[in-house]
């Protein structure tokens, strides 16, 4: 069986023509693919007013390969976290972060990953493979639905920020983006997506060339690189010069600031002089800077930073009129957090 949402509106004309459809062909081809896409079909049946023998022609030969919410558990904070199955019997994690103004979907574009991050659980997973792009595009409609269903509100943004790294699976990814975008697709506007990246340089730099009108978020987490490559292996390879290089050429290329991801981790990145050197690479790369508060995996490496080091941490970069935000941790009783997503 062959996976019809790997067809373009091209191919399925091109497949509606071998079945004898003629001058009806591009009108059939577009309504399946808007039953695929937008209407976001978990059947061929339920493509309504269609001639019953294609129907059952798509039945015989081909597969819609949809992912299925295999469990899912909520927070106390009502951040829900949904285990999806894909058709091979992987399990990613995506997570409905929800706020009296936002519903977002956080969603995996691997099956596990390879950069292991010492922080983070889904780095001590193996990677086992790159998602396609519709089955990423099927997180965001699965996690569009839930919000609906539960806080009767549509999803507003879409964070690539779950399990893996989204620039080592480069093509999906960005072609899953288009069809959230599309009006073909979700329809969702391009500053409401954000890419998170552990900063692989050589893609942040086709992503400039690629005109992407997607957020860029880089997972920063120090500007040292001998704290960085303690935590980050990828900053052997991917070192602070040669991200700053790639971030530059980005914002010059795009016009767009980044955001550069922080969590604070106690005595480690938290220092007076941590803060100056955050604020001296934020000051050379047009960004805005998101505190992170760090969720424990069971590591005694990495704790959170404490309150009143925090705020020491925090004016330094205030002083040093950097932009700055901060992200409360959500879904910490269900480790759907931050660092968290490990199928557990
Ligand atoms: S933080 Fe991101 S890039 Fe690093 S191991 Fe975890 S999922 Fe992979």
């Not at 889904?122 to 919000?147: F, H, P, S």
């Not at 893996?164 to 073909?184: A, F």
């Not at 991200?243 to 922080?262: D, H, I, R, S």
Request: with cysteine.
């Amino acid at each position: 069986m062959k996976n019809i949402r790997s067809y373009s509106i091209e191919e399925l004309t091109t497949m509606m023509e071998e079945l004898g459809e003629r001058s009806d062909s591009p009108r059939r081809a577009r309504k399946i693919y808007h039953n695929l896409w937008k209407k976001y079909i978990t059947g061929f049946d339920e493509i309504e007013d269609f001639p019953q023998h294609i129907i059952e022609h798509l039945k015989e030969y081909y597969t819609l390969n949809k992912v299925v919410i295999h469990t899912q558990q909520k927070s106390s904070d009502g951040t829900i976290k949904y285990a999806l199955k894909l058709y091979d019997g992987n399990i990613v994690e995506g997570v409905l972060i929800p706020t009296e103004t936002r519903m977002t979907a956080c969603i995996s574009s691997q099956v596990g990953c390879s950069l292991t991050c010492k922080f983070c659980a889904t780095g001590k997973m193996e990677r086992v493979r790159n998602l396609d792009y519709w089955e990423i595009y099927d997180q965001v409609c699965i996690i569009k639905e839930q919000a609906l269903l539960h806080y009767n509100m549509d999803l507003t943004n879409i964070v690539y920020m779950g399990m893996g790294e989204p620039l080592l699976n480069y093509d999906n990814v960005l072609k899953s983006t288009q069809m959230c975008i599309s009006n073909d697709g979700l329809g969702l506007s391009h500053n409401r997506i954000t890419v998170s990246t552990a900063g692989i340089s050589k893609m942040i730099k086709k992503l400039a060339d690629d005109e992407v009108k997607f957020n860029l978020a880089v997972s920063l987490h120090a500007a040292n690189d001998e704290k960085r490559s303690h935590m980050m292996p990828i900053n052997d390879s991917n070192n602070l010069q040669v991200l700053e290089e790639a971030l530059l050429y980005f914002c010059n290329k795009t016009e767009e600031k980044v955001m550069l991801e922080y969590i604070v981790f106690d005595n480690f990145n938290d220092n007076p002089e941590d803060a100056e050197e955050l604020s001296s690479f934020s000051q050379r790369v047009p960004s805005k800077i998101n505190l992170i508060e760090y969720n424990s995996i069971g590591d005694t490496e990495f704790i959170n930073s404490r309150e009143e080091r925090l705020k020491v941490f925090k004016d330094i970069l205030y002083k040093n009129k950097c932009t700055v935000m901060t992200r409360r941790s959500r879904g910490k009783d269900i480790d759907a957090a931050c660092g968290q997503l490990a199928n557990r």
